[in-house]
């Protein structure tokens, strides 16, 4: 269903479905607003490369809930609060849509900075090898040059006529604008905050966030 | 002055922690404890005066998800 609905812009409606699987766990958690949890709990159970990376990592939907509810019961046992039977928590209806809360916030705008960034860095790999191909052109033209002055011919025949106005249309790749996040731009950005339930939960389970962030930036990992 | 790093299931971050923790279960178990009490046939006012605050503030937090339990209650008492 979701790569049905994130034909063609998968950036923007992925991210939209996302968010609104996030809303569903929050309300589902009992949450009074969506946090980072929420979203990474959403991601997890996604059919997206962000959510395979955390499956591989053996933080799918269920373990990281369990991490989470290791997390709170920790949390509450430092001040001496045993947990309640899940029966005194129980209401069949939650009060009214969550709202976005400030961890789910951050992320999203900080999703959205790392995928500045990732762009950022794909041009400027994409200009590099461009010039490494044109230094490559250029060589390869002074051999074949050198060749021909071997052989008493005249080089300087079969030369591009224009090869400048060719590599400004190449070059004009233009600065990098802030687009569309995807979901492996979220992760980073979830994965990426130090302090708070998410490093937490990530710490007190065993999972180390640091293996979990050098998986997402090495490019093999990307799928 | 020297940049600490925080480590976050050290003994200061759990006290921050279970602030988190205590806020989140206060609210579930208001949302339990309210949804309860009107299903017993509590008043607004009355569950207002038990939590200590304004009937408005009780009917704005939960009138809409516990209307329909309240109009039945009323409707079975005719």
């Known amino acids: 269903m979701a790569d049905h609905e994130s034909g063609g812009l998968p950036g923007v409606i992925g991210m939209r479905t996302l968010m609104m699987a996030a809303r569903r766990e929050a309300i589902d958690a009992g949450s009074r607003d969506v946090r980072a949890e929420h979203l990474l709990l959403a991601l997890a159970a996604s059919n997206s490369p962000a959510g395979r990376l955390l499956v591989d990592a053996g933080l799918d939907r269920n373990a990281l809930q369990a991490a989470l509810a290791g997390e709170r019961e920790r949390s509450l046992a430092a001040v001496g609060m045993p947990p309640l039977p899940p029966d005194r928590l129980r209401a069949t209806t939650s009060a009214g849509t969550p709202g976005w809360g400030a961890s789910a916030r951050d992320a999203l705008l900080a999703g959205r900075r790392q995928a500045h960034e990732s762009r950022r860095s794909a041009q400027l790999a994409r200009r590099l090898e461009q010039k490494a191909k044109r230094l490559d052109q250029t060589a390869r033209r002074f051999e074949e040059s050198a060749r021909l002055i071997e052989r008493g011919e005249r080089p300087g025949r079969g030369r591009p006529p224009h090869g400048r106005a060719q590599r400004n249309e190449q070059e004009r790749g233009g600065l990098a604008r802030p687009g569309p996040m995807s979901e492996l731009d979220l992760l980073h950005a979830i994965l990426s905050t130090e302090l708070g339930t998410v490093p937490r939960a990530l710490a007190l389970a065993g999972f180390d966030r640091d293996a979990l962030l050098d998986a997402l930036d090495d490019p093999d990992g990307e799928r | ?78």
């Open chain 2, 1 to 78: 002055m020297v940049k600490t790093r925080p480590d976050p299931i050290g003994a200061t971050a759990d006290d921050l922690a279970a602030v988190v923790a205590l806020r989140e279960l206060a609210d579930r178990l208001e949302d339990a404890a309210v949804e309860r009490a009107i299903a017993e046939g509590w008043s607004w006012v009355q569950v207002a005066l038990a939590l200590g605050v304004t009937r408005q503030a009780v009917h704005k937090k939960h009138l809409r998800r516990l209307g329909p339990v309240a109009r039945g209650l009323r409707g079975h008492r005719g």
